[in-house]
């Protein structure tokens, strides 16, 4: 019995998935179900698409710079928070991870304020500023269970050895916690490219993200050039989760 709901509820959450990627096959010019020739037409219109490509470069850079900056800001909190027994160190925790509670949409607003009173509306720094903030509890999540694991041992033979702290933590704790490091890292790259809500607010005519561009192609018209654009990203995602998977992160994210 439990394995038939189990399968049930695979089968629920990948069939908008499965039609998805079935209509982006589809010949015709709108969204049809079923139909008898399959096409590559609207998959060869995606990548030829200047919109598309532009803001599919500007998601990667923008994923980049903003999980890049997450990870090396989570790694020196985190070891604050573990090893270095900060004062408030549990408040800290939960004060890196309260993006988690705030509503996107009030997030995105608050910050949609915050640059326009600065004047760095439409700029892709602010933008990539929002994404960090939206990113770094995952990573922090992946890094806090990765230091857990590491014996407090080996870092005080270090020291009485005579290694500073900067060499114990760069030379010790960075290699051993690597693969969450990893984990993190990829994790809030691909979080980073898909985010939608913050961007919408934070994204001028120019910073138009992959997401927010097809949700903008989507209010002025509706083709299959949409499930094709959709289909690339859930490979893309599914590649991700792989690599997730063989780096150990999911197994960290379970904790």
Not at 115 to 126: C, D, H, I, Q, R
Request: charged share 10%; aromatic share 12%; hydrophobic share 60%.
């Amino acid at each position: 019995m439990l394995l038939i709901f189990n399968l049930a509820m695979i089968g629920f959450m990948l069939l908008p998935i499965s039609i998805i990627v079935w209509m982006s096959f589809t010949p015709e010019a709108f969204f049809v179900l079923p139909f008898d020739a399959f096409s590559l037409r609207w998959y060869s219109a995606a990548l030829e698409h200047d919109g598309f490509r532009n803001s599919f470069l500007l998601s990667l850079r923008l994923a980049f710079v903003s999980a890049t900056i997450a990870a090396v800001l989570s790694f020196l909190a985190a070891y604050a928070i573990t090893r270095l027994k900060a004062p408030g160190a549990k408040g800290l925790d939960s004060f890196f991870l309260s993006p988690l509670l705030i509503p996107h949409v009030v997030l995105g607003i608050a910050l949609l304020q915050f640059v326009n009173s600065v004047g760095l509306y439409n700029n892709f720094w602010a933008l990539a500023a929002a994404h960090i903030i939206v990113i770094v509890p995952f990573v922090m999540r992946l890094l806090i269970a990765s230091m857990a694991d590491i014996p407090a041992e080996i870092e005080w033979a270090a020291l009485n050895l005579g290694a500073s702290r900067l060499r114990v933590m760069f030379g010790i704790v960075l290699p051993i916690c690597a693969p969450g490091l990893i984990a993190g890292y990829v994790f809030a790259f691909i979080i980073s490219f898909d985010e939608i809500v913050v961007t919408i607010f934070m994204a001028g005519p120019s910073q138009q993200t992959l997401p927010v561009r097809m949700y903008g192609y989507l209010s002025d018209q509706f083709d299959p050039i949409v499930a094709a654009v959709s289909s690339l990203l859930i490979l893309f995602a599914a590649a991700v989760v792989v690599l997730l998977e063989r780096i150990g992160g999911l197994k960290l994210l379970t904790r």
